[in-house]
């Protein structure tokens, strides 16, 4: 990694903290992060990184590049930079839904891989899924995305459905705490309490289940489900509901707009290709 200089293209909250863990992680990795707004160029530079509206600058002059822009950008991007300037770079996106195939047909001889962090990468607790391919820099890739957090390799064909489980997830996970909370102050609790009550009690949960306790969520479940008691109660009220089917659908729905974007920004490129 030393003496590598790596370039985040759309350094926006994913991309910034992106930054910020490479930068705390690889003293001696040179950054340069792009950014339409002028206040996130400010704030970059104020962490001594080199930033810039200059996509084309920033591509010409890395050893990796950091696809971070949303989705629909991406075409924007393939105009600004010159063609030959991707040639013979490490090009890793984090755009949801866009295929490995497509990104090597358009990236002129780049070595591509496809990665999806969340971001939980603010705090350095990233779980980032990075597709599966015989790329010579996957060790590179990596050693990256370990400075966000834990890594899996995954098959291309799952990336859409973790886009949707662990990519979304925060703002999944984020609307149940907000509703277990809400729960509690109807019932005639202080919010500031509930909410940090929810907040140790999902993670004191997390660890009952990652640390091997319990071998799966239904068996805690029964743990403190008791006959006649409070939970099953509230048990029957998330059946009735269909709290758990919707969670279900929630994730196929979000599995299947990732998909639907892959495809649509295949037919732009197309499109405006021809």
Same mark, same amino acid.
């Given at each position: 990694? $030393?003496?590598?200089?790596?370039?985040?293209?759309?350094?926006?909250?994913?991309?910034?903290?992106?930054?910020? &863990?490479?930068?705390?992680?690889?003293?001696?990795?040179?950054?340069?992060?792009?950014?339409?707004?002028?206040?996130?160029?400010?704030?970059? =530079?104020?962490?001594?990184?080199?930033?810039?509206?200059?996509?084309?600058?920033?591509?010409?002059?890395?050893?990796?590049?950091?696809?971070?822009?949303?989705?629909?950008?991406?075409?924007?991007?393939?105009?600004?930079?010159?063609?030959?300037?991707?040639?013979?770079?490490?090009?890793?996106?984090?755009?949801?839904?866009?295929?490995? &195939?497509?990104?090597?047909?358009?990236?002129?001889?780049?070595?591509?891989?496809?990665?999806?962090?969340?971001?939980?990468?603010?705090?350095?607790?990233?779980?980032?899924?990075?597709?599966?391919?015989?790329?010579?820099?996957?060790?590179?890739? $990596?050693?990256?995305?370990?400075?966000?957090?834990?890594?899996?390799?995954?098959?291309?064909?799952?990336?859409?459905?973790?886009?949707?489980?662990?990519?979304?997830?925060?703002?999944?996970?984020?609307?149940?705490?907000?509703?277990?909370?809400?729960?509690?102050?109807?019932?005639?609790?202080? =919010?500031?309490?509930?909410?940090?009550?929810?907040?140790?009690?999902?993670?004191?949960?997390?660890?009952?289940?990652?640390?091997?306790?319990?071998?799966?969520?239904?068996?805690?479940?029964?743990?403190?489900?008791?006959? &006649?008691?409070?939970?099953?109660?509230?048990?029957?009220?998330? $059946?009735?509901?269909?709290?758990?089917?919707?969670?279900? $659908?929630?994730?196929?729905?979000?599995?299947? =707009? &990732?998909?639907?974007?892959?495809?649509?920004?295949?037919?732009?490129?197309?499109?405006?290709?021809?």
């Amino acid at each position: 990694m $030393e003496g590598l200089t790596i370039a985040v293209i759309g350094a926006g909250k994913i991309g910034s903290a992106i930054v910020r &863990a490479i930068k705390t992680k690889y003293r001696n990795v040179n950054i340069i992060a792009t950014a339409r707004k002028d206040e996130t160029l400010k704030s970059l =530079r104020e962490l001594n990184i080199e930033s810039t509206k200059d996509n084309n600058y920033a591509v010409a002059r890395s050893d990796v590049i950091i696809l971070s822009v949303k989705p629909y950008h991406f075409p924007t991007v393939l105009r600004q930079v010159s063609i030959e300037a991707w040639r013979n770079k490490v090009v890793i996106s984090i755009m949801a839904g866009i295929k490995l &195939a497509t990104l090597s047909n358009l990236l002129n001889g780049a070595e591509v891989f496809r990665a999806m962090p969340n971001i939980n990468a603010i705090v350095g607790r990233s779980t980032t899924a990075i597709a599966e391919n015989n790329g010579e820099k996957k060790d590179l890739v $990596e050693e990256i995305f370990k400075a966000l957090g834990n890594v899996y390799w995954l098959p291309e064909e799952y990336l859409d459905i973790w886009t949707a489980l662990v990519g979304s997830g925060p703002a999944f996970i984020a609307e149940i705490i907000d509703a277990l909370s809400l729960g509690a102050v109807a019932s005639g609790m202080s =919010r500031e309490i509930a909410y940090s009550a929810v907040l140790d009690m999902i993670s004191g949960t997390i660890s009952m289940l990652k640390e091997g306790k319990i071998d799966h969520p239904m068996l805690l479940r029964d743990q403190v489900t008791t006959p &006649a008691g409070t939970t099953i109660r509230g048990l029957m009220i998330m $059946e009735a509901k269909g709290v758990k089917s919707a969670l279900i $659908e929630t994730i196929e729905a979000s599995y299947r =707009r &990732a998909v639907e974007i892959g495809n649509e920004i295949d037919r732009s490129i197309r499109n405006n290709s021809k």
